[in-house]
């Protein structure tokens, strides 16, 4: 295998920033190609084919960058195509699930609500999760509609998508769950405002860090962790106009960056 490759990460729009946020802090010698699909998002109210769809079309760019990994920094695309994707290519495929164990060792009262998209919460990966915690947690569900586009479209700090959060949130926190599961890579974006609607008392778990935890040791297995001396570099790709996407991810990380639009191909539906 040749050197310096990079690891591929894709999500329906930023929400997978959230994921690269702690493979940058943790991997600082890996480059990064980031693809954001947010002419498709979202990815949560779409059926099954059309994500399994979408995630060839992605994947099959990426191996074409000749990635080495690539990272499902998106639940409801895991839940839906990390089986197939497995299946099919040839290199380490990293997904992400609800944090459900570590939110079962953490609730202290063994009520845990679970914030997803429709997506994440109707697939059979999920129902086997909720299965295998029965036993030492009731699990409260919570298909937040409208986060994402919110999240994208009107901003972290909007009037809109903080009443969204408070309305959607309120009635799991009155069943008193003390545990709450960011099961989505936007929600870590308005993570404060989440804190602040269910209060200092309830834990949140995010589970951002362990998925770069585990790329680091599936890297470490294949022997492809980059050994550079030098900082990774990132490049970015989007299937929208690539203006609102520069802006967004302008605005989270806090420096300049280029964006490129992906190739007709990898758009079409
Ligand atoms: N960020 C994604 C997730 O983790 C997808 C959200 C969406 O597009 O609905 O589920």
């Not at 609607?197 to 309830?202: K, N, Q, T």
């Not at 490049?235 to 960056?257: D, F, H, N, V």
Request: charged share 20%.
């Amino acid at each position: 295998m040749r050197p310096n490759q990079s690891v591929g990460i894709f999500d329906s729009g930023i929400g997978g920033l959230s994921v690269v946020q702690h493979i940058r802090d943790l991997l600082p010698a890996e480059s990064l190609i980031y693809v954001s699909d947010r002419a498709h998002l979202p990815y949560g109210t779409k059926d099954k084919q059309f994500i399994l769809d979408r995630t060839v079309h992605i994947t099959d760019f990426l191996m074409q960058q000749n990635v080495k990994a690539i990272v499902i920094a998106c639940n409801t695309a895991t839940a839906i195509a990390v089986a197939d994707l497995r299946r099919t290519l040839p290199i380490p495929i990293i997904g992400m699930e609800p944090g459900l164990k570590p939110a079962a060792a953490r609730s202290h009262n063994g009520l845990i609500g679970v914030l997803a998209t429709e997506g994440t919460l109707d697939s059979g990966k999920f129902k086997r999760l909720m299965h295998q915690h029965a036993n030492s947690a009731e699990v409260i569900i919570c298909p937040c509609h409208g986060w994402v586009e919110a999240i994208e479209h009107d901003g972290l700090n909007n009037t809109h998508t903080i009443e969204l959060v408070e309305q959607q949130l309120q009635p799991i926190l009155d069943k008193g769950v003390d545990t709450l599961v960011l099961g989505c890579t936007h929600y870590p974006f308005v993570r404060d405002i989440i804190q602040r609607v269910a209060g200092e008392s309830v834990t949140i778990i995010d589970t951002g860090l362990a998925v770069a935890k585990h790329l680091q040791k599936r890297l470490a297995e294949e022997g492809i962790l980059s050994t550079n001396q030098v900082p990774g570099s990132e490049s970015y790709w989007c299937s929208a106009p690539t203006e609102k996407t520069r802006e967004l991810i302008e605005k989270l990380q806090g420096k300049s960056c280029v964006i490129n639009s992906l190739p007709i191909a990898v758009n079409n539906d």
